[in-house]
């Protein structure tokens, strides 16, 4: 059973770099056929996805948010990882990590990690 | 950018049918996709390419789509279904996942 775990610090300060990582668990990463992404929701709010990132380390990413993130992928170690540069407290959120098809037609987020809350204070 | 409008809330009564749309610029031609979020919990799908339910999700879970407006509808309606739900599409014009703002779901 595939399982996705996100870590990572849980306070950041304003102006720095927000870094997760997610490990996968019961799969292999490498799998052409899935995508893996980053979704976040603000306290309260709605779900926004960020970006999805191939094996191969091809991306794509929200366009609102694209000027300050980076999404990589380690096969070796079977993790991916965000990093999102310049944050303000608008970025305080919990961080989820999921997978996704590849097919065009099969593009839906399943199974997804437990989240990450994710604060942007001094 | 590619917007999907979701209405903030549903009530139903215990027992009734909820529908809960999703609107969306030429939805009809894109695989529309639901989740179910419960409090303090991640999202899980319930309805994938427009009308298809996976396994384990119970069969009052249904989907489909006309015109502009995709549906989700749950049947039989339990205090246990009170959840946030989404819908979600791929819009290839931006290259973008994208999800619609969120439905609170409420059993009177």
């Known amino acids: 059973q595939l399982q996705l775990q996100g870590s990572g610090p849980g306070l950041v300060k304003p102006s720095e770099t927000l870094s997760l990582i997610c490990t996968v668990s019961?799969?292999?990463?490498?799998?052409?056929?899935?995508?893996w992404g980053w979704i976040r929701q603000p306290p309260g709010k709605a779900l926004e996805w960020i970006g999805n990132?191939?094996?191969?380390?091809?991306?794509y990413y929200n366009p609102s948010l694209k000027s300050r993130v980076t999404i990589s992928v380690d096969t070796s170690e079977n993790q991916f990882s965000l990093k999102l540069t310049g944050v303000t407290a608008a970025d305080t959120a919990v961080y989820y990590c999921?997978?996704?098809?590849?097919?065009?037609?099969?593009?839906?987020?399943?199974?997804w990690g437990q989240g990450t809350l994710v604060t942007v204070s001094s | 950018s590619y917007d999907l409008t979701q209405p903030v809330s549903v009530s139903v009564a215990l027992g009734q049918t909820a529908r809960i749309t999703c609107g969306g610029n030429?939805?009809?031609?894109?695989?529309v996709h639901w989740y179910q979020q419960k409090p303090g919990q991640a999202p899980v799908v319930v309805i994938y390419?427009?009308?298809n339910r996976p396994s384990g999700i119970s069969e009052r879970f249904s989907g489909s789509k006309s015109g502009n407006t995709a549906t989700l509808t749950i049947s039989g309606a339990q205090a246990g279904d009170e959840a946030d739900f989404y819908c979600?599409?791929?819009?290839?014009?931006?290259?973008?996942?994208?999800f619609g703002g969120g439905t609170k779901l409420t059993v009177l």
């Open positions: 999921a997978r996704r098809s590849a097919a065009v037609a099969d593009n839906w987020f399943d199974p």
């Open positions: 019961g799969g292999s990463i490498s799998s052409s056929s899935y995508f």
């Open positions: 990132i191939y094996y191969s380390g091809s991306t």
């Open positions: 030429n939805i009809r031609s894109k695989n």
């Open positions: 390419r427009d009308s």
């Open positions: 979600q599409v791929w819009a290839s014009s931006g290259a973008s996942d994208v």
